[in-house]
C-alpha cells in the first residue's frame, strides 16, 4: 500500500514538473508580452494614419464623386489646398450627435434590457446565457446572447418607420455621414480610452490583463482580455456586434433608400450588395454564440483596435460598395448580376460550412460526422495560467483538411462579390477586398503564431498534416 501511495505521488510530482517545464512556454498564449520594432512601427502607423484613410474615403466620394485620384491630383497641382477640403468638409451637427447618442442608447437598452426570446421559438438558433471559451486565466465568462433579437427588433422599427410612420427619412444615415463619422470617432476614441484607464484601475479580471508596459502597444492592442460593466455589460460582445454591424444592413438600406430619391429607381448591384452583406450580417447574429468562440473574443483584447475599428472602420470602410453605387448607379447585365450573386453564394456557403465543421466538432468533442464520416483530428494540449493542463483537438477532416483556414477563403470570395457589383470604373469599391485580403491573411499568421504558443509541438503535427493556409497547393 505504502510502496503503490509512494509510486503515485512519484508520478504526480513527475506530472507536476512536466506542468511546470511547459508551463513557461506555453502561458504566454494570447496578446504578445513583448513587443517587436514591426508590431510597433504598424502600431504608430495605424494610429495615425486609419483615421486619416476612413476621413480621405468618405470625403472623396462627399467632394470627388469617389475618385481616390482626383483629390491626390488637385493638392499636388496646387489646385486646392488641405484647408479648401477640410473647409467643405461637413462638422459636427447637434442633429448627429442626437442621432447618434439615441442608436447607441437604443442598442445598450436592447443588449441589457431584453433577455433573448428568439431561441424560445426559433429551431437550431442557440440564444440566451452562453459560456465564452476559457481565458488565458482560466476564467469562463458568461454573455447574454441576443443580437439576433436587437437586429430584428431594430429593422422592424426601421421598416414601420418608412412604410408606416414616416418618424425620419431612411435617407438619414446617408444625409448626416459625415457628421455622424465625427461622433463615431468621439465614441470609438472614448471606449478606447476608458478600457485603458479602466484596466489598471478596475479590471474585471486583473489576471487576464497585459501590460506591455509599451504605452502605444496596449492603448491600441488593449490591456484588459474581457472588461465588463456590472455583470452583463461586456465591451468586446457589444461594440463588436453592436452598434457597428447591426447599422451595417441600415447602412445600406439608407443608401438604396437614397438612390430611389436621386434616381427613381434602385439598381441590380444595390440590391446585389445589400442582399449579400445582409446574409452575412444575419449569419453573424445567428451564430453569435459561435461567435464567442472566435479569435475576436476568445483571443484578442479590448484596445483602441476592437473599440475604435468597431465605432469607426467598421461601419464607414465596409459599406463602400453602398456608398459608392449611390454615386454611380451601375446597372450590371443579367449574366454579370447572376456571376456576381454566384460568386458571392458560394463564398458564404464556404465560409459557413468550414466554421460550421469546427463548431459541431468542438461541441460533439469530434463525436460527430463531417462529409458523412468521423472526423479525423490530432490530439493536442495546453496550460492555463494557473497550470492547469486543458486538452483540446484540432480537426484535419473537411475543410479543415483542405487549409487550415479555408473559412477566410470563402469570406472573401464573398467579399470580391462585393466588390464586382461596382462595376470597374474606380478603384474606391475595390478597398473591401484589398483589405480584407490584408486583414485575413495577417490574421491568419497570427493566429498561427498564437496556436503554436499555445500548443507547441502538437501545432506542428497539424501544420504538417495540414500544410496549406488558405488556398491549397498555393498558398
Ligand atoms: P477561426 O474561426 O478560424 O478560429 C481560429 C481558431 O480555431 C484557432 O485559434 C484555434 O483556436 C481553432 N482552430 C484552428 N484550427 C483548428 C482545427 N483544425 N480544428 C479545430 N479548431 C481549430 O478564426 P476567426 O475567429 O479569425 O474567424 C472566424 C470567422 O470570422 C472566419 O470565417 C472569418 O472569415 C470571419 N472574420 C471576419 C472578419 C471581418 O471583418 N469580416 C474579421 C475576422 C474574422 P483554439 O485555441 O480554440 O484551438
Redesign the pocket.
Known amino acids: 500500500m505504502a510502496a503503490h501511495q509512494e509510486k503515485k505521488s512519484a508520478e504526480e510530482r513527475k506530472h507536476k514538473s512536466i506542468q511546470n517545464d511547459t508551463r513557461t512556454s506555453q502561458v504566454q498564449?494570447g496578446r504578445a508580452w513583448e513587443v517587436d520594432w514591426f508590431s510597433l512601427a504598424s502600431i504608430l502607423f495605424l494610429l495615425m494614419f486609419a483615421p486619416l484613410i476612413v476621413y480621405y474615403f468618405i470625403m472623396s466620394c462627399d467632394q470627388y464623386q469617389c475618385s481616390l485620384i482626383d483629390p491626390l491630383i488637385d493638392l499636388l497641382t496646387g489646385n486646392k489646398h488641405l484647408s479648401d477640403i477640410w473647409d467643405k468638409t461637413p462638422t459636427l451637427t447637434y442633429r448627429a450627435a442626437a442621432i447618434y447618442t439615441l442608436w447607441v442608447a437604443f442598442q445598450i437598452f436592447l443588449y441589457l434590457c431584453i433577455p433573448d426570446f428568439c431561441h424560445k421559438f426559433l429551431p437550431g438558433y442557440v440564444g440566451g446565457v452562453q459560456e465564452g471559451?476559457v481565458t488565458p486565466a482560466g476564467v469562463v465568462n458568461l454573455y447574454e446572447v441576443n443580437g439576433l433579437q436587437a437586429w430584428i427588433i431594430t429593422h422592424v422599427l426601421w421598416f414601420a418607420n418608412a412604410y408606416y410612420f414616416h418618424w425620419f427619412s431612411p435617407t438619414i444615415i446617408f444625409d448626416n455621414w459625415i457628421p455622424l463619422l465625427w461622433c463615431a470617432n468621439i465614441l470609438g476614441y472614448a471606449v478606447s480610452t476608458f478600457a485603458m484607464i479602466k484596466s489598471y484601475f478596475f479590471p474585471t479580471n486583473a489576471k487576464d490583463c497585459k501590460f506591455t508596459g509599451n504605452f502605444f502597444y496596449d492603448y491600441m492592442m488593449g490591456i484588459e482580455f474581457n472588461p465588463r460593466i456590472g455583470k452583463w455589460f461586456d465591451f468586446k460582445l457589444f461594440f463588436n456586434g453592436r452598434p457597428g454591424i447591426v447599422a451595417w444592413t441600415l447602412i445600406n438600406l439608407s443608401y438604396a433608400a437614397k438612390q430611389q430619391e436621386l434616381y427613381g429607381q434602385v439598381t441590380n448591384s444595390m440590391i446585389l450588395v445589400n442582399v449579400l452583406q445582409g446574409i452575412?450580417v444575419l449569419d453573424f447574429f445567428w451564430n453569435e454564440a459561435w461567435?464567442l468562440?472566435?479569435?475576436?473574443i476568445?483571443?484578442d483584447h479590448f484596445g483602441w483596435y476592437l473599440g475604435w475599428g468597431d465605432c469607426v472602420w467598421?461601419p464607414y470602410l465596409?459599406t463602400l460598395q453602398g456608398l459608392y453605387l449611390v454615386y454611380h448607379p451601375v446597372q450590371l447585365c443579367t449574366a454579370n448580376a447572376i456571376g456576381i450573386l454566384m460568386l458571392g453564394l458560394i463564398g458564404y456557403y464556404i465560409?459557413r460550412m468550414?466554421?460550421h465543421q469546427?463548431d459541431l466538432?468542438?461541441r460533439t468533442n469530434g463525436n460527430c460526422k463531417i462529409w458523412g464520416k468521423k472526423p479525423e483530428?490530432?490530439e493536442?494540449s495546453?496550460m492555463s495560467v494557473d497550470g492547469t493542463k486543458y486538452y483540446?483537438?484540432?480537426?484535419?477532416s473537411g475543410f479543415?483538411g483542405w487549409a487550415?483556414?479555408f473559412?477566410?477563403t470563402?469570406?472573401?470570395m464573398g467579399?470580391l462579390a462585393y466588390c464586382l457589383a461596382c462595376g470597374f470604373e474606380h478603384l474606391l469599391p475595390y478597398f473591401y477586398i484589398v483589405y480584407?485580403t490584408i486583414?485575413?491573411t495577417h490574421?491568419?499568421i497570427r493566429?498561427e503564431h498564437?496556436?503554436f504558443s499555445?500548443?507547441g509541438k502538437d501545432w506542428k503535427r497539424?501544420t504538417a498534416a495540414?500544410p496549406y493556409r488558405l488556398l491549397p497547393g498555393i498558398f
Open positions: 498564449w471559451a452575412y461567435y468562440k472566435t479569435i475576436d476568445c483571443h467598421l465596409y465560409f468550414t466554421n469546427k466538432f468542438r483530428y490530432i493536442c495546453y483540446s483537438k484540432l480537426m484535419t479543415w487550415r483556414h473559412n477566410y470563402g469570406d472573401l467579399s480584407m486583414l485575413l490574421r491568419c493566429d498564437r496556436c499555445k500548443y497539424y495540414v
